[in-house]
T-cell receptor, first 112, second 114 residues
């Protein structure tokens, strides 16, 4: 399968714990996006990478969130001191050119 | 502003056509998209249309774009039970650094009954 992959698919954690998600984009896609989707809503933009450079972050991305793409390939999204409001589906997408974004299956986070 | 609106729910019978509507606000959007999401899954790109087009057909899917009214629709011909899912309309918006991000609607849940 050469699509976007994300790991883990599901994560349950206790409030206050740190979690890290991984996204592997489609090979040679230099642009990578993170979105968050809460129940009953459409995805909302969180952040964007072009190669290893993080070029934009949404206001939704508080100081507890950090994203990296160290070698311009896979990306990680870390949430520190999780809160119940962080419960959501975290989606990763990649694109070679910006016209069409291809999404991964998402990581569903539940914070108890 | 960035706002995409869709009706929440649509119910059709198998074999009928489904029409899902969407309105958007940013007149500078270059591309508009339709994505499909099945329960617990990520988003599957169905089709997209460039803003200088008014129609695009792809097998059972027809996209109509009225740029003047900022209205986008997705017609699914011969709807099947496997088409039951949530359908998201999205517009592309230029971010501060010139990249394109997607702004999604809240999704339309399509239920196809036998």
């Amino acid at each position: 399968d050469t699509g976007v992959s994300q790991d883990p698919r599901h994560k349950i954690t206790k409030r206050g714990q740190n979690v890290t998600f991984r996204c592997d984009p489609i090979s040679e896609h230099n642009r990578l996006y993170w979105y968050r989707q809460t129940l009953g809503q459409g995805p909302e933009f969180l952040t964007y990478f072009q190669n290893e450079a993080q070029l934009e972050k949404s206001r939704l991305l508080s100081d507890r969130f950090s994203a990296e793409r160290p070698k311009g390939s896979f990306s990680t999204l870390e949430i520190q001191r999780t809160e119940q409001g962080d419960s959501a589906m975290y989606l990763c997408a990649s694109t070679p050119s910006g016209e069409t974004q291809y999404f991964g299956p998402g990581t569903r986070l539940l914070v108890l | 502003g960035e706002d995409v609106e869709q009706s929440l729910f649509l119910s059709v019978r198998e074999g009928d056509s489904s029409v899902i509507n969407c309105t958007y606000t940013d007149s500078s959007s270059t591309y508009l998209y339709w994505y499909k999401q099945e329960p617990g899954a990520g988003l599957q790109l169905l089709t997209y249309i460039f803003s200088n087009m008014d129609m695009k057909q792809d097998q059972r899917l027809t996209v109509l774009l009225n740029k003047k009214d900022k209205h986008l629709s997705l017609r699914i011909a011969d709807t099947q039970t496997g088409d039951s899912a949530i359908y998201f309309c999205a517009e592309s918006i230029f971010g501060n650094t010139g990249f394109q991000k997607l702004v999604f609607g809240t999704g339309t849940r399509l239920l196809v009954s036998p």
